[in-house]
């Protein structure tokens, strides 16, 4: 854990830069001072074909990220992380923002352990040496 999702509407074509927005979003969370174990960080993303934005009358595109995590970290953390995250979400698009419309979005989605299954071999990985 955690996990993050990025829901983006297809009409950001090439401004999307998926490849490069996941691997900023996983070097983020990695950054957080052992927060969040490497070996647990999933992100993945959706193309939105499928939506409408406002009106519907102009070429309007969002992105949505979730971020879910497991429960128990303070509100401190929880804040430094989700400002480093939406700080990097906002530099990821800050060219495509400046030139045409375009929400960004963010939320934390804490859940509860015990509905919750996991297994994982990853870890031990990042364990060793």
């Known amino acids: ?16 830069r998926i490849p490069q927005l996941l691997q900023t979003v996983n070097e983020t969370l990695m950054a957080q001072n052992g927060v969040f174990p490497t070996g647990g ?4 993303a959706i193309k939105l074909t499928d939506y409408r934005v406002a009106d519907g009358k102009e070429d309007d595109a969002f992105v949505h990220v979730t971020l879910k995590i497991a429960a128990g970290r303070t509100p401190e953390v929880k804040k430094a992380a989700c400002d480093a995250l939406f700080e990097a979400i ?28 996991k297994h994982n071999n990853i870890h031990a990985r990042f364990r060793k040496g």
């Open 1 to 16: 854990m955690p996990h993050v999702i990025v829901e983006y509407t297809n009409n950001l074509g090439d401004d999307a």
């Open 41 to 44: 960080i999933r992100s993945r």
């Open 90 to 117: 906002k530099a990821h698009f800050s060219e495509a923002f400046a030139r045409r419309y375009l929400a960004l979005s963010m939320e934390l989605t804490e859940f509860d352990e015990g509905g919750s299954y």
